[in-house]
Protein backbone atom coordinates (compact mmCIF):
# COMPACT_ATOMS: atom_id res chain seq x y z
CA UNK A 1 0.00 0.00 0.00
CA UNK A 2 0.85 3.72 -0.50
CA UNK A 3 -0.25 5.49 2.53
CA UNK A 4 0.02 9.21 2.95
CA UNK A 5 -1.66 12.31 4.27
CA UNK A 6 -3.67 14.89 2.78
CA UNK A 7 -4.74 18.40 3.57
CA UNK A 8 -4.31 21.55 5.25
CA UNK A 9 -0.52 21.95 6.97
CA UNK A 10 -1.81 20.62 10.78
CA UNK A 11 -5.32 19.54 9.73
CA UNK A 12 -4.02 16.47 7.21
CA UNK A 13 -6.33 13.58 7.08
CA UNK A 14 -5.21 9.91 6.38
CA UNK A 15 -5.60 8.27 3.02
CA UNK A 16 -4.02 5.71 0.38
CA UNK A 17 -3.63 5.51 -3.07
CA UNK A 18 -5.52 3.91 -5.33
CA UNK A 19 -5.10 1.55 -8.19
CA UNK A 20 -5.69 4.40 -10.66
CA UNK A 21 -3.36 7.00 -8.71
CA UNK A 22 -5.92 8.56 -6.62
CA UNK A 23 -6.25 10.06 -3.21
CA UNK A 24 -9.05 7.90 -1.59
CA UNK A 25 -10.29 9.36 1.60
CA UNK A 26 -9.42 6.72 5.53
CA UNK A 27 -10.23 8.84 8.13
CA UNK A 28 -13.44 6.78 8.51
CA UNK A 29 -11.10 3.84 9.10
CA UNK A 30 -8.29 5.14 10.79
CA UNK A 31 -7.99 8.55 12.96
CA UNK A 32 -4.22 9.26 10.94
CA UNK A 33 -1.53 7.41 9.52
CA UNK A 34 0.51 7.76 12.66
CA UNK A 35 2.51 4.95 15.09
CA UNK A 36 -0.83 3.24 16.22
CA UNK A 37 -1.70 2.43 12.60
CA UNK A 38 1.55 0.74 11.97
CA UNK A 39 1.28 -2.26 13.72
CA UNK A 40 1.10 -5.49 10.87
CA UNK A 41 -2.78 -5.76 12.50
CA UNK A 42 -3.60 -2.61 11.27
CA UNK A 43 -1.44 -2.58 7.94
CA UNK A 44 -3.33 -6.11 7.68
CA UNK A 45 -6.66 -4.02 8.32
CA UNK A 46 -6.38 -1.65 5.88
CA UNK A 47 -5.22 -4.00 3.30
CA UNK A 48 -8.32 -5.47 3.46
CA UNK A 49 -10.48 -2.50 2.75
CA UNK A 50 -12.59 -2.02 -0.97
CA UNK A 51 -10.67 0.91 -1.88
CA UNK A 52 -13.23 1.76 -4.17
CA UNK A 53 -15.75 2.58 -0.96
CA UNK A 54 -13.62 5.14 0.34
CA UNK A 55 -14.57 8.39 -1.04
CA UNK A 56 -12.29 10.55 -3.37
CA UNK A 57 -10.11 13.19 -1.80
CA UNK A 58 -9.97 16.86 -4.19
CA UNK A 59 -8.45 16.28 -6.56
CA UNK A 60 -4.97 18.56 -6.58
CA UNK A 61 -5.00 18.04 -3.00
CA UNK A 62 -1.59 19.05 -0.82
CA UNK A 63 -0.03 16.12 0.42
CA UNK A 64 1.34 16.82 4.17
CA UNK A 65 4.37 14.52 5.53
CA UNK A 66 3.49 11.35 5.17
CA UNK A 67 3.89 10.28 8.81
CA UNK A 68 1.90 11.61 11.77
CA UNK A 69 2.90 12.19 15.15
CA UNK A 70 6.53 11.45 14.80
CA UNK A 71 8.30 11.09 17.89
CA UNK A 72 12.14 10.58 16.49
CA UNK A 73 13.55 11.98 13.83
CA UNK A 74 16.76 10.25 13.66
CA UNK A 75 19.50 10.30 10.64
CA UNK A 76 22.65 8.23 9.55
CA UNK A 77 24.90 10.13 8.04
CA UNK A 78 28.37 9.48 5.51
CA UNK A 79 25.93 6.33 4.96
CA UNK A 80 27.12 5.95 1.03
CA UNK A 81 30.61 4.94 -0.10
CA UNK A 82 30.63 7.45 -2.67
CA UNK A 83 29.10 10.35 -1.06
CA UNK A 84 31.97 9.52 1.98
CA UNK A 85 34.19 10.03 -1.01
CA UNK A 86 33.05 13.20 -2.18
CA UNK A 87 33.17 14.93 1.18
CA UNK A 88 37.03 14.04 1.68
CA UNK A 89 35.95 11.90 5.04
CA UNK A 90 36.47 8.09 5.69
CA UNK A 91 34.18 5.16 5.17
CA UNK A 92 32.89 5.10 8.99
CA UNK A 93 33.06 1.62 10.77
CA UNK A 94 29.80 2.41 12.39
CA UNK A 95 27.26 4.19 11.55
CA UNK A 96 27.05 8.29 12.06
CA UNK A 97 23.91 8.83 14.45
CA UNK A 98 22.61 12.11 14.45
CA UNK A 99 18.99 13.75 15.29
CA UNK A 100 16.88 16.00 13.36
CA UNK A 101 14.52 18.05 14.82
CA UNK A 102 10.91 17.14 14.09
CA UNK A 103 9.57 20.95 13.87
CA UNK A 104 11.85 19.83 10.68
CA UNK A 105 8.91 17.96 9.10
CA UNK A 106 7.11 19.19 6.22
CA UNK A 107 5.20 18.08 3.12
CA UNK A 108 6.80 16.96 0.38
CA UNK A 109 6.20 19.80 -2.07
CA UNK A 110 5.96 22.46 0.50
CA UNK A 111 8.51 25.50 0.70
CA UNK A 112 11.81 25.21 1.94
CA UNK A 113 12.63 27.83 3.76
CA UNK A 114 16.44 29.91 3.56
CA UNK A 115 16.94 30.11 7.03
CA UNK A 116 18.28 34.06 8.11
CA UNK A 117 21.97 34.01 8.01
CA UNK A 118 22.45 30.96 5.65
CA UNK A 119 25.14 30.77 3.11
CA UNK A 120 25.45 27.09 2.05
CA UNK A 121 21.77 25.39 1.93
CA UNK A 122 22.53 22.07 0.39
CA UNK A 123 20.00 19.01 -0.53
CA UNK A 124 20.15 15.21 0.12
CA UNK A 125 17.43 12.84 -1.44
CA UNK A 126 17.49 9.97 0.89
CA UNK A 127 15.71 7.11 1.71
CA UNK A 128 13.36 6.99 5.09
CA UNK A 129 12.75 4.01 6.78
CA UNK A 130 9.28 4.46 9.09
CA UNK A 131 9.08 2.12 12.17
CA UNK A 132 6.07 -0.18 12.60
CA UNK A 133 6.49 -1.92 15.75
CA UNK A 134 8.93 -1.15 19.22
CA UNK A 135 12.51 -1.81 18.39
CA UNK A 136 15.03 -2.89 21.60
CA UNK A 137 17.99 -4.51 21.11
CA UNK A 138 17.01 -6.50 18.34
CA UNK A 139 18.90 -7.99 16.07
CA UNK A 140 19.68 -8.15 12.46
CA UNK A 141 17.60 -10.79 11.10
CA UNK A 142 14.49 -9.59 12.79
CA UNK A 143 14.75 -6.21 12.31
CA UNK A 144 13.17 -5.85 8.85
CA UNK A 145 9.42 -6.95 10.31
CA UNK A 146 10.14 -3.78 12.69
CA UNK A 147 9.73 -1.79 9.20
CA UNK A 148 6.07 -0.38 8.52
CA UNK A 149 7.66 0.99 5.29
CA UNK A 150 9.64 3.18 2.96
CA UNK A 151 9.39 6.67 1.71
CA UNK A 152 10.90 9.59 -0.14
CA UNK A 153 13.06 12.36 2.21
CA UNK A 154 14.67 14.88 1.43
CA UNK A 155 17.85 15.41 4.57
CA UNK A 156 18.15 19.57 3.72
CA UNK A 157 21.08 21.16 5.42
CA UNK A 158 22.72 24.03 5.98
CA UNK A 159 26.48 23.41 5.64
CA UNK A 160 27.62 26.41 7.33
CA UNK A 161 25.47 26.06 10.41
CA UNK A 162 26.17 22.33 10.30
CA UNK A 163 29.89 22.61 10.04
CA UNK A 164 31.45 25.98 10.85
CA UNK A 165 29.11 27.05 13.91
CA UNK A 166 30.21 24.94 16.79
CA UNK A 167 30.88 21.18 15.73
CA UNK A 168 27.69 19.50 16.24
CA UNK A 169 25.58 18.77 12.85
CA UNK A 170 22.08 18.86 14.40
CA UNK A 171 22.08 23.06 14.17
CA UNK A 172 22.50 22.64 10.24
CA UNK A 173 19.92 19.64 9.91
CA UNK A 174 17.22 20.86 12.25
CA UNK A 175 15.74 23.96 10.78
CA UNK A 176 12.23 24.60 10.07
CA UNK A 177 11.07 22.91 6.48
CA UNK A 178 14.49 20.76 6.44
CA UNK A 179 12.39 17.47 6.54
CA UNK A 180 10.28 16.83 3.83
CA UNK A 181 9.08 13.26 3.70
CA UNK A 182 6.96 11.66 1.59
CA UNK A 183 4.60 11.64 -0.68
CA UNK A 184 3.48 8.57 0.67
CA UNK A 185 4.70 5.73 3.20
CA UNK A 186 4.98 2.57 0.65
CA UNK A 187 4.80 -0.53 2.92
CA UNK A 188 7.25 -3.34 3.22
CA UNK A 189 5.44 -5.32 1.51
CA UNK A 190 5.75 -3.67 -2.10
CA UNK A 191 9.25 -2.97 -1.69
CA UNK A 192 11.30 -6.04 -2.81
CA UNK A 193 15.11 -4.79 -2.43
CA UNK A 194 15.04 -1.35 -0.26
CA UNK A 195 18.88 -1.53 -1.01
CA UNK A 196 18.34 -2.08 -4.54
CA UNK A 197 16.72 1.01 -5.75
CA UNK A 198 17.16 4.19 -7.75
CA UNK A 199 16.98 7.94 -6.27
CA UNK A 200 18.09 11.19 -7.64
CA UNK A 201 17.43 15.05 -7.40
CA UNK A 202 17.78 17.93 -9.43
CA UNK A 203 17.95 21.66 -8.96
CA UNK A 204 16.65 24.06 -11.53
CA UNK A 205 16.45 21.00 -13.78
CA UNK A 206 19.96 19.74 -13.93
CA UNK A 207 20.85 16.45 -12.25
CA UNK A 208 23.13 16.32 -9.38
CA UNK A 209 22.47 13.58 -7.61
CA UNK A 210 21.70 9.81 -9.58
CA UNK A 211 22.79 7.27 -7.40
CA UNK A 212 21.22 3.76 -5.77
CA UNK A 213 20.62 2.88 -2.63
CA UNK A 214 23.03 0.21 -3.88
CA UNK A 215 26.29 1.91 -2.22
CA UNK A 216 24.75 2.44 1.22
CA UNK A 217 27.40 1.08 3.36
CA UNK A 218 24.74 0.49 6.33
CA UNK A 219 21.39 -1.01 4.93
CA UNK A 220 18.46 -0.53 6.56
CA UNK A 221 17.57 -3.62 8.65
CA UNK A 222 21.24 -3.51 10.27
CA UNK A 223 20.44 0.42 10.64
CA UNK A 224 17.12 0.04 12.78
CA UNK A 225 19.29 -2.87 14.76
CA UNK A 226 22.09 -0.50 15.40
CA UNK A 227 20.17 2.12 16.76
CA UNK A 228 17.87 0.11 18.89
CA UNK A 229 21.11 -1.01 20.51
CA UNK A 230 20.68 2.68 22.08
CA UNK A 231 17.23 3.93 22.02
CA UNK A 232 14.48 2.23 22.02
CA UNK A 233 12.50 3.17 18.11
CA UNK A 234 8.40 3.08 18.47
CA UNK A 235 6.18 2.92 15.97
CA UNK A 236 5.91 6.38 13.90
CA UNK A 237 9.39 7.07 14.33
CA UNK A 238 11.56 8.03 11.17
CA UNK A 239 15.44 7.16 9.56
CA UNK A 240 16.64 9.11 7.00
CA UNK A 241 19.21 6.32 5.98
CA UNK A 242 21.91 8.68 3.68
CA UNK A 243 22.60 10.51 0.73
CA UNK A 244 24.41 9.41 -2.24
CA UNK A 245 26.54 11.81 -3.84
CA UNK A 246 26.15 14.99 -5.94
CA UNK A 247 25.56 17.26 -2.79
CA UNK A 248 26.35 20.95 -3.46
CA UNK A 249 28.73 20.81 -0.80
CA UNK A 250 30.63 17.93 -3.05
CA UNK A 251 30.90 20.17 -6.30
CA UNK A 252 33.96 21.80 -7.26
CA UNK A 253 33.45 24.92 -6.97
CA UNK A 254 30.40 24.20 -4.53
CA UNK A 255 26.96 25.02 -5.31
CA UNK A 256 24.35 26.08 -2.60
CA UNK A 257 20.52 26.73 -2.93
CA UNK A 258 19.07 30.21 -3.17
CA UNK A 259 15.62 31.48 -2.76
CA UNK A 260 13.75 30.57 -6.07
CA UNK A 261 15.44 27.63 -6.60
CA UNK A 262 13.78 24.76 -7.61
CA UNK A 263 14.66 21.00 -6.07
CA UNK A 264 13.09 18.14 -7.96
CA UNK A 265 13.76 14.49 -6.08
CA UNK A 266 12.96 11.04 -5.79
CA UNK A 267 12.78 7.00 -5.41
CA UNK A 268 11.83 4.25 -7.53
CA UNK A 269 8.53 3.31 -6.62
CA UNK A 270 8.49 5.79 -3.53
CA UNK A 271 7.29 8.63 -5.33
CA UNK A 272 8.51 12.06 -6.24
CA UNK A 273 9.15 15.72 -4.56
CA UNK A 274 9.43 19.53 -5.76
CA UNK A 275 10.30 22.51 -3.57
CA UNK A 276 10.61 25.88 -4.48
CA UNK A 277 13.23 27.97 -1.90
CA UNK A 278 11.82 30.71 0.09
CA UNK A 279 13.17 33.48 2.67
CA UNK A 280 12.35 32.53 6.40
Known amino acids: MKLLRFGTAGQEKPGVLDPQGRVRDLSGVVADIDGAALSDESLARLRALDLDALPLAPEDVRYGPCVGKVGKFLCIGLNYADHAAESGL ?10 KAISAITGPNDTVLKPRGSTKLDWEVELGVVIGKTASYVNEADAEAHIAGYCVINDVSERAFQIERG ?20 TRDEVADPANLKMWLTVNGKTFQNGSTATMIFKPAFIVAYVSQFMTLHPG ?44
Open 167 to 186: GTWDKGKGCDTFGPIGPWLV
Open 90 to 99: PIPDEPVLFT
Open 237 to 280: DVISTGTPPGVGLGQRPEVYLDVGDVMELGIDGLGQQRQVVGQA
